[in-house]
């Protein structure tokens, strides 16, 4: 058992939450390796910039914690982006993480669709997603390629679809969970979410089987050597991470190295350096200025409106900025 005043060796470890931080961390007589993510101030500004509805807000915030454990990642400046397309009434949400700690995000739903959700009680994150695709994309700059990777999205929330593409594509054993909370005080409310990235990376590949039947659903004349037995240090590993609370992902007393030693003490626990994670749209004036010049002079007067200016909002951070046509002829 390693004490708890030797799991992190940049700073004593104490009970107050560190907000807007990934931690990352090994279990190393377990073979794991993961992330922490605690979101506050950053995806409170985000969520209450746009003034979504609680339900939406809520699905926005677990999609911003998941896109910071995965695009954390990265070891090199680069751009990881989580976008979803579906016919569910949240029929879209993307969020773009740009290492190494710049973070946006924003969702775009059905408000009629919504209220009629909300009447009949009817707003999961599978409810308000539908069925779709979940799409990762990697940008690593330079000459480097590109990577997407697509899983389909099947009624079911982000954690679910998390570890469908893990299983399927990665084929790395993962366990994800998500939280999102909204405190709400005197002084209005603030937004909080958090998220728990577990996966086993053995030496040996060959360990990393992972059991898709349980051996009662197993198809009729399947033996026992069919079926991929997990390994022992993976079941133990997700059964320790699978005690994790939702309260405790987005409590702001409770530090990220308490709640990990909380988990896996048992075993022992490694934290690395933190990285802080920062609320930062990528738009500029110059960038929209660059864009508008790729349209014909037709399709720009066509955008010009009743003040004779061009009008363009960004999605992401929704700045307003106007520009004459004059200035692009």
Known sequence: MQPASQIHASRPVSDRGHDDTVLPFAVAPLDLRGRLVRLGPAIDQILSRHDYPRPVARLAGEAAALTVLLGSSLKIDGRFQMQTRTDGIVDMIVVDFD?????RAFARFDAARLDNAIAQGRTSAADLLGHGHLAFTIERGGDLARYQ?????????????AHRYFRQSEQIPTFVRLAVAESVTGSGSNWRAGGLLVQFLPEAPERRRQADLHPGDAPEGATKTDIAVEDDAWTEGKALAA???DHELVDPTLSGERLLYRLFHERGVRVFQSQTIHD???CSTERVAAMLRQFTPQERADMVGDNGKIGVTCEFCSTHREFDPA???
């Open 99 to 103: 290492a190494p700690d710049r973070l």
């Open 149 to 161: 990777g697509v899983v389909a999205l099947e009624n079911e929330g982000f954690e679910e679809a």
């Open 243 to 245: 005690t994790v609370e």
């Open 280 to 282: 930062m749209c990528r």
């Open 327 to 329: 200035e692009f002829e």
